[in-house]
């Protein structure tokens, strides 16, 4: 043969090797069409059975269902009914689980079962269907095949956005004029350790602007690093004043507001004075765990904010702010302290705050705990109203005094020390929620209960060292009587030669106040009840209301139980005798002074909380509350 027939032999062999890989090819195609088609009847299946399990688990939540009352699994079988679903057909389950979300170890929601519980419900639901056709055409060549249907099953947990309530406790420093400036430039210092020097434009920029509370928490997390779902972990940690206040700085320049270079200046300013303090942010604003994130799109005002930062510092550092304030004729020389800052905003469910108002649920706030000491040095002059006024009472008795004693001549010193110490302790005011209804979205109430702050008012001579403790107890300061009149002696000879003043021979009258005890300074449990439609939404302004107290629109109408005591002479002698035997007969003398006095304290003591303690959001006649409530109703949401 020759070689042309011979290659001609080879590729005529060849003709059933290509149709062998033409029929292969076409099998595999043929394979993976099947495979196509299976996978996606599965997908199908699978997704109209996750679809019956989500819908049905939605409506358990937002109508309320729990497995106590045998309702979650009758709402979620009507709504598997309504989607083509029922029960037992073709092997169709359906099984409801009430329970609640935690947060795992990874920072991912888990359903935890709990029958007592129905604030997240599960719903399972499965259904059989056959395999696909290739696992049976394998299953005929199998010894041991798997069964012709498979079991597919779907998961949903839905839980039903709970009402969320916020109360808000506010400052009383509504603006800022030029004595309070350099006030609050002073006491700021003071407090934090640093030097703060603002002027009224800078802290009124301070007081006009707001900052979004779930804005702030946000860029907290960012600045410290934290990754954890929600936020309790911002809120426990401790953190420097200074991050604190850089947050604050970081919102406000992204947030594009007009007009707030001013305030981002003044946060600059008191960054800088701020120092390395470590702080709890939880001590001032609370958000009860398992708030939604839309229950935190509040505002919160940036002085209350800044101010409630100063207030964690000095509680945390310890320092005594002293400064002086002038008031014409009169100084003011004050010394303060935070004993327990405020705290600011609280906002959590109001169903699991009424089971226990004070528990750890609790939807509550409250103002400072200040102590202050004020030593004001009176001006001993003939016009002065308070001598004038001893001048008179004693007058008479001088008189006869020096008819009776001849030469022995009585000598009366006023106010021998015009030092006069007012130390005044304002504990905290506080509001928490009671009780809650969610009607309808526009037929809502939340109660509250508010006790408006217990003061405590001590006049006289007070050793500093007695006042900032850590004894906050008012009995622990140490208060003796002013000396307001000193009766002494000048020993003369029948020459009319006298000799030198001898001082306190006849003893004298002092002064002396403490309102522990005094009803009139006591604080008081009120309740009140937000109503719509005066109870806003989470995200809108709070509705306010004033908590009067029983101390009055100003102290100087409630300075009673001043003691005017008559001071034993030092030794026995006929001037001192004298004046103390007839103590009976100054009662009408000593009431009268005792109303003078009154008249003098009390203005200082107004200046001082009015201008003191509003810069610290302290008003001791009264507590302004606000209070928002989101009854979210039937806003369910698939949590896993």
């Not at 020097?197 to 509370?213: A, E, F, R």
């Not at 001590?283 to 940036?302: D, H, R």
């Not at 002696?489 to 000799?499: E, F, H, K, N, S």
């Not at 001192?576 to 007839?582: A, P, R, S």
Request: contains cysteine; proline residues 5%; glycine residues 8%.
């Amino acid at each position: 043969m020759s070689p042309l027939n011979h290659g001609f032999s080879s590729r005529s062999d060849q003709r059933g090797a290509i149709g062998l890989i033409a029929a292969g090819t076409l099998s595999m195609a043929l394979l993976c069409m099947l495979v196509v088609l299976d996978s996606g009847r599965l997908y199908l299946e699978k997704r109209s059975l996750q679809r019956v399990a989500d819908v049905s688990a939605l409506e358990v939540a937002s109508r309320k269902g729990t497995c106590a009352a045998g309702t979650a699994i009758a709402y979620a079988t009507q709504s598997a009914a309504r989607n083509g679903f029922t029960i037992g057909d073709d092997g169709r389950t359906l099984t409801t689980t009430c329970g609640k979300l935690t947060v795992g170890a990874d920072n991912r929601r888990v359903f935890g079962a709990d029958p007592t519980q129905s604030s997240a419900i599960q719903v399972v639901v499965t259904h059989s269907v056959p395999r696909s056709i290739a696992a049976g055409i394998g299953a005929m060549f199998d010894s041991t095949p798997q069964p012709l249907n498979i079991q597919l099953s779907a998961v949903a947990v839905a839980a039903v956005t709970p009402p969320v309530a916020a109360l808000t406790i506010r400052s009383t420093l509504l603006s800022v004029d030029t004595q309070k400036s350099a006030i609050l430039n002073a006491l700021f210092s003071g407090l934090l350790g640093g030097n703060v020097s603002l002027d009224v434009v800078g802290w009124n920029g301070l007081v006009n602007t707001n900052v979004s509370l779930l804005s702030y928490l946000d860029q907290l997390k960012i600045n410290l690093n934290l990754t954890a779902v929600g936020y309790d972990q911002v809120l426990t940690t401790d953190v420097t004043v200074n991050k604190l206040v850089q947050a604050a700085i970081d919102v406000l320049t992204t947030s594009g507001t007009a007009g707030i270079d001013v305030a981002i200046a003044s946060l600059k300013v008191i960054q800088a004075a701020a120092g390395s303090t470590s702080v709890v942010l939880g001590n001032l604003l609370q958000v009860n765990g398992g708030t939604e994130t839309a229950g935190l799109s509040t505002n919160l005002n940036v002085f209350q904010l800044i101010e409630g930062f100063v207030q964690l510092a000095n509680k945390k550092n310890g320092l005594v702010a002293s400064q002086n304030i002038n008031l014409g004729l009169i100084t003011l020389s004050t010394k303060i302290q935070v004993l327990e800052p405020a705290q600011l905003s609280a906002i959590g469910n109001p169903a699991l705050a009424m089971l226990d108002p004070l528990g750890p649920n609790r939807i509550y706030v409250k103002t400072a705990q200040i102590r202050t000491l004020v030593s004001v040095a009176l001006p001993v002059a003939n016009d002065n109203p308070l001598v004038k006024g001893l001048s008179n009472a004693i007058g008479g008795i001088l008189q006869a005094l020096a008819c009776v004693l001849g030469c022995d001549m009585p000598s009366v010193q006023l106010l021998p020390s015009p030092r006069i110490d007012v130390a005044l302790a304002a504990s905290s005011g506080e509001s928490y929620v009671t009780n809650y209804s969610c009607a309808s979205n526009t037929k809502k109430s939340l109660s509250t209960t508010t006790n408006t702050s217990l003061v405590t008012l001590q006049v006289g001579q007070i050793d500093p060292t007695t006042v900032f403790t850590s004894n906050t107890d008012p009995t622990a300061v140490a208060l003796t009587p002013l000396p307001i009149l000193d009766i002494g002696r000048i020993r003369c000879t029948l020459l009319a030669v006298c000799g030198p003043r001898t001082p306190s021979v006849g003893g004298g009258i002092g002064l002396s106040l403490n309102s522990t005890g005094n009803s009139a300074y006591q604080s008081q449990m009120i309740p009140y009840t937000f109503n719509s439609p005066n109870l806003p939404e989470i995200n809108q302004p709070p509705a306010y209301h004033s908590y009067t107290s029983g101390v009055g629109s100003t102290l100087s109408g409630v300075v009673s139980g001043i003691q005017i005591a008559i001071i034993k002479p030092s030794y026995s002698n006929p001037i001192g005798n004298l004046l103390y035997g007839i103590g009976t007969v100054l009662n009408d003398i000593l009431s009268s002074l005792a109303t003078l006095i009154q008249s003098v304290l009390g203005p200082l003591i107004d200046t001082l909380t009015n201008i003191l303690f509003s810069i610290l959001g302290i008003d001791l006649n009264k507590v302004d509350v606000g209070a928002n409530l989101s009854c979210n109703l039937g806003q369910a949401t698939l949590v896993i």
